[in-house]
């Protein structure tokens, strides 16, 4: 009788070491899964966008012509794109150039003034080491309808960033009846001002 007086409080003691052994485990896992289910949050990256300015202008004929046309100047990235379309040419190579003025007044093109020459070079192609201007934008072709289109890019013109030797703000987009040779001084020899439009916003 007095053995099983001995035994009964030890399988409760057993039962008891047992049952906080277990909850010691529990814990101890219930706080491994937590902190292997805690996340660091991950960071958000904002992307600045892009502005775009845009400037579209229309052409109007000059010196009797019928020649009108659209161009679209785009500034993205620091550069500046053209995209110019004109109707009513003769078949052929044409000038095109920017001026110094947005005024297409006159009848024959000359109130927009010479050639943009902010950086006072000679006349000459687009790019080249001896010189040129920042309008010698160069030729472009019109087919057997009369219809001529030129896309141009460059890093060197802005669109009303207060440059002056950058901004085409108040210049004007000249097409020429002849074609520039890139050699005649000051301007190429590129004859008469068939179509005008100003920049302008």
């Not at 009108?68 to 500046?80: A, D, R, T, Y």
């Not at 078949?91 to 095109?96: C, L, Q, V, W």
């Not at 030129?150 to 669109?159: G, M, V, Y």
Request: net charge negative; with cysteine; proline share 4%.
């Amino acid at each position: 009788m007095k053995k099983s007086y001995l035994i009964v409080p030890m399988v409760a003691l057993g039962l008891l070491w047992g049952c906080k052994n277990d909850n010691k485990k529990t814990s101890e896992s219930t706080e491994q899964e937590t902190t292997e289910t805690v996340a660091t949050p991950a960071k958000t990256v904002e992307s600045t966008p892009v502005e775009t300015k845009k400037i579209k202008i229309t052409l109007d004929p000059k010196s009797n012509s019928n020649v009108s046309g659209s161009v679209l100047f785009k500034e993205s990235k620091g550069i500046v794109s053209m995209t110019a379309v004109f109707e009513g040419l003769s078949e052929g190579d044409h000038a095109i150039h920017l001026h110094e003025k947005a005024d297409c007044s006159s009848d024959d093109g000359k109130s927009s003034g010479g050639h943009w020459n902010p950086t006072a070079q000679p006349h000459g192609k687009w790019g080249s080491p001896e010189g040129y201007h920042k309008g010698d934008i160069g030729n472009f072709t019109a087919d057997a309808k009369g219809n001529g289109a030129i896309n141009f890019s460059t890093d060197e013109w802005c669109i009303g960033c207060g440059d002056p030797a950058k901004d085409i703000l108040g210049k004007a987009v000249i097409v020429h009846e002849g074609t520039d040779d890139f050699t005649s001084q000051p301007s190429g020899a590129a004859g008469t001002r068939v179509s005008c439009g100003g920049i302008i916003e």
